[in-house]
């Protein structure tokens, strides 16, 4: 944006200003800068001597954006603003330039365009949406058409802006449609304003003189317009629309010995354009650089160059320009209908052909497609132009070898600064903070010894009062002693004084190591193409023939025979580490997974029986046990009750008799006699009959074996290794997911190589399992579900099942496809258990499993999505939903 302050040249360019227009100081004191009217310090020019310039100033194709459409007649320049190129700025170049002498050119606005726009993306359009800009370039296909935004141009712009590699300084009025704006560059050796360029409107003199930049003094410098949404009229002379206070000459009639011509491209020339087919991420960018480098006459077409358009335009993005996912084809993301859309680029392909000058169109991925480039070439058929295919394959020469280690260099050069930088950074601050903790630890020393020193002060004065008390209690006259005062020492420490230690301001220069030395082709934080661009079409890469259209196919790094079968060398190498984006699960997959499901709800629900009869059998077994503890236990009652009514009715007798014989004076003897022999006779009382059947030891089944001495791998059956018990009975929620993660990646290892169906795709590279299990069982692979940081560290877990080829970095399986049962998985996986049981007993706790359980475990359905039910999860029948809760009692 430009400041309000102006330029610095204003002021000293300026002579003492007349007195019209401008109020006298005596009147009002200062005179505003604003209102006073300068006096003119260019001269007349004196009468030209020597041969002009003969031919028109014009503009040539090659010198003009491609947006830019010239008139036949009336010296127009009028930009299209279709599709998105309304907001792109349109450059142009003269013909002629000059680098010596006095000279002006003239331009106005006929029209001012107001082309659709978006109202959602209104506030991201920059303003102003019609702009001017006029000024002098330096020549030569490399300098920018965009005035102002490079160090190689110079000019004023319709805001009132003096604009100089992208900085604006206010430096006069607005000027718009009704305005004729004249540029005057002098590049005298002497003289007043020597050196300068300035801008006038109507005739009078708009800005003072701006001093032109060291960066184009002795270049030759050519007229030069930007514009948007308006049609500029330019008039290069010999006569003015607008005569000036002084005489000028016109471009039209500049010397020959101070002019410089470019001139017109030879009619009968034959334009070319030229496809570069180049491999992804091998140079394609960089050889595209040097390319252009050599013929800066070229017109590059690609995506890249759009962007830099719209840089250079002052659109903005809201992440930056350098934020992209390709180069090959990065995201416009304005936030503008209009450009993110891509219909710059349909605008740009169909108005190339039409236009004279030679192009180079890179499109990395669409240049190594052959439905593609013979797409491409139809499009010039007709056009008049050369169609030229270069393939850039195999071994690079000399010269890009030496590129690349230049801009290796260059790449690790700027990553060092930014570190030193950095680190600098902290060492000043961490020194800034050092400095700030002593000078606050000096601070409160300091206030401490003031401190000290007033309670010294005030102790003193209290004695003095004690003593002159004293005094005057005896009878005599105190006399007080003269103290000197200790001066405070503010002298500044000798460490305080000394200033810190200057620090290398200049990051170290680095160099390339052995390795980065042999690296043919620089590695670019953005990819030539995205991952999905790649994966989903390498494969139809292809060298490309004559026969697609082209009018020559040249090969620069190889010769055919060799780009050929580097390329199926490179595809053969890419296969292996590229993922197949559009795979599908084929037949056999989908039978082979819906089998698993039902074994495992299968095994799940066996598990779950086996259980229950395990508890039903031990409630059982409970409640007869309970049963006869309750008959033991009236049984022993029994016997108690009888033998408390045995002694109670002896005693009841042994009274009844000695009554008597007192009251018949019998004797106790003759009384008992009686007594025994008209007793009554009691019945003994039955005790309770409890006939039950004693529990036998073996009740629970004969077939039952040891589970622990079990050999996993020997049993004939896995459901049932004896007494109805499988072989997972003691399966846990880690057991059952660790087996159906086994299952999972053996049948995703055999699948992927059914469904390819290419030899030389040996398997699935270890970075891709995630994304084919995810695109297969439709449910991601979370390592960290299984405590794992990387999945290699969930590899070794199923080690026993697939395994990492070292060599390939393939996954493997260890299981051949077609199994007679898939009960090997529960062998497996029960062998895996009794192992980290028997480790974790020994003390070894990192044998230990950690996985994720969720609040609603689905074991085998791994760390996806539940695919089939579990003990936990599949509700039992009534009975045994009963005998479990007993059992919990």
């Known amino acids: 944006a430009a400041p309000s302050k102006p330029h610095p040249a204003c002021a000293e360019s300026m002579a003492e200003p007349p007195a019209k227009k401008a109020k006298t100081e005596d009147e009002a004191g200062a005179v505003p800068v604003g209102l006073i009217e300068p006096a003119e310090r260019e001269r007349n020019a004196g009468p030209a001597t020597g041969p002009k310039v003969k031919d028109a100033i014009c503009f040539h194709t090659q010198d003009t954006t491609m947006n830019v459409m010239q008139s036949m007649f009336g010296n127009l320049l009028m930009p299209i603003t279709d599709g998105g190129m309304q907001y792109l700025l349109a450059g142009a170049r003269a013909s002629t330039g000059v680098k010596a002498g006095r000279y002006l050119f003239e331009a106005k606005i006929i029209e001012i365009m107001n082309p659709a726009d978006d109202p959602i993306s209104r506030s991201r359009t920059p303003m102003p949406r019609q702009q001017l800009r006029v000024g002098f370039s330096a020549g030569g296909p490399s300098s920018s058409l965009f005035l102002g935004e490079t160090e190689d141009s110079i000019g004023f712009d319709s805001e009132g802006n003096f604009i100089f590699n992208r900085t604006k300084i206010a430096c006069s009025q607005r000027f718009g449609a009704d305005t004729l704006v004249s540029v005057l560059l002098n590049l005298e050796a002497s003289g007043p304003n020597s050196k300068t360029i300035s801008l006038f409107t109507n005739g009078q003199r708009a800005s003072p003189p701006q001093p032109l930049p060291e960066s184009l003094q002795g270049k030759a410098l050519f007229p030069a317009m930007s514009f948007k949404n308006v049609t500029v009229h330019y008039n290069f002379g010999p006569h003015l629309l607008a005569p000036l206070a002084f005489k000028c000459h016109t471009m039209q009639e500049a010397l020959q010995k101070d002019a410089v011509v470019v001139p017109a491209p030879s009619k009968d020339a034959k334009h070319e354009v030229v496809w570069p087919v180049c491999l992804p991420d091998e140079g394609s960018f960089d050889w595209l650089d040097m390319f252009l480098e050599r013929n800066p006459h070229y017109t590059e077409l690609s995506d890249r160059a759009i962007l830099k358009w719209a840089e250079l335009s002052g659109l903005t993005r809201p992440l930056g320009f350098a934020s992209r996912s390709s180069n090959d084809k990065p995201e416009m993301s304005f936030g503008i209908a209009h450009l993110d859309d891509h219909s710059i680029r349909r605008v740009l392909t169909n108005i190339a052909p039409i236009q004279q000058r030679d192009y180079i169109v890179m499109e990395v991925k669409s240049n190594l497609l052959k439905n593609e480039r013979k797409e491409m070439a139809s499009k010039w058929a007709g056009s008049g132009f050369k169609r030229k295919v270069a393939v850039m394959m195999a071994d690079p020469p000399a010269v890009f070898r030496k590129r690349t280690q230049e801009l290796l260099l260059q790449q690790k050069q700027a990553q060092a600064d930014i570190k030193f930088k950095i680190k600098l950074a902290e060492d000043k601050k961490r020194k800034m903070l050092e400095k700030r903790q002593k000078l606050l630890e000096k601070e409160r020393a300091r206030a401490l010894k003031k401190q000290q020193m007033a309670q010294a002060e005030l102790q003193r004065k209290r004695d003095i009062e004690q003593k002159k008390a004293d005094a005057v209690a005896a009878g005599v006259e ?42 043919t082709f620089r590695k670019s934080i953005v990819p030539d193409l995205t991952s999905y661009a790649l994966n989903t079409s390498f494969m139809k890469f292809a060298v490309p023939d004559k026969d697609e259209g082209f009018d020559e196919v040249s090969f620069d790094w190889g010769k055919e025979g060799k780009c050929r079968e580097f390329l199926k060398q490179w595809k053969q190498q890419l296969k292996t580490t590229t993922r197949i984006e559009e795979l599908t699960p084929g037949e056999w997959f989908t039978n082979s997974w819906k089998d698993w499901q039902k074994a495992l709800q299968s095994w799940h629900m066996k598990q779950n029986l086996y259980k229950a009869s395990v508890a039903k059998k031990a409630l059982d077994r409970a ?6 503890a309750a008959t033991a236990a009236a049984r022993e009652r029994l016997m108690e009750m009888r033998a408390e009514k045995a002694a109670a009715d002896k005693a009841v007798a042994e009274k009844a008799a000695a009554a008597k014989a007192v009251t018949e004076g019998e004797t106790g003897e003759a009384a008992g006699e009686k007594k025994a022999e008209g007793a009554p006779v009691e019945k003994p009382v039955e005790e309770p009959s409890v006939e039950e059947k004693e529990p036998d030891s073996d009740e629970d089944g004969d077939d039952r074996v040891d589970f622990d001495r079990l050999d996993v791998f020997g049993v004939e059956d896995a459901l049932d290794v004896g007494g109805g018990e499988p072989l997972f009975s003691a399966f846990g929620f880690e057991d059952w997911t660790m087996m159906s993660l086994r299952f999972e990646l053996h049948l995703l290892v055999h699948a992927f190589k059914r469904d390819v169906n290419d030899p030389d795709r040996i398997g699935i590279h270890v970075e891709h399992l995630s994304f084919y299990y995810n695109k297969y069982f439709k449910k991601p692979l979370n390592h960290k579900f299984y405590g794992c940081e990387v999945i290699q560290e969930l590899l070794e ?28 998985f529960i062998m497996l996986t029960e062998e895996a258990r009794r192992d980290r049981v028997a480790r974790v007993d020994l003390g070894d706790q990192s044998a230990r499993l950690k996985l994720s359980q969720p609040m609603n475990p689905y074991p085998g359905a791994g760390a996806g999505s539940p695919v089939a039910p579990t003990a936990a999860t599949v509700r039992p029948p009534p009975l045994i939903g009963a005998l479990a809760a007993a059992q919990t009692l």
């Open 797 to 824: 877990l199923t080690r026993d099942t697939v395994f990492v080829n070292r060599r390939s970095k393939v996954v493997e399986a260890q299981l051949p496809e077609e199994m007679d049962s898939a009960g090997i």
């Open 478 to 519: 105190y006399v007080e002693e003269k103290v000197e005062e200790a001066l405070e020492d503010e002298a500044p420490d000798a460490e305080e004084e000394e200033d810190a230690e200057p620090m290398d301001e200049e990051p170290p220069k680095v160099e390339l190591d052995d390795e980065e030395k042999r690296e």
């Open 623 to 628: 409640a007869m046990l309970q049963r006869r």
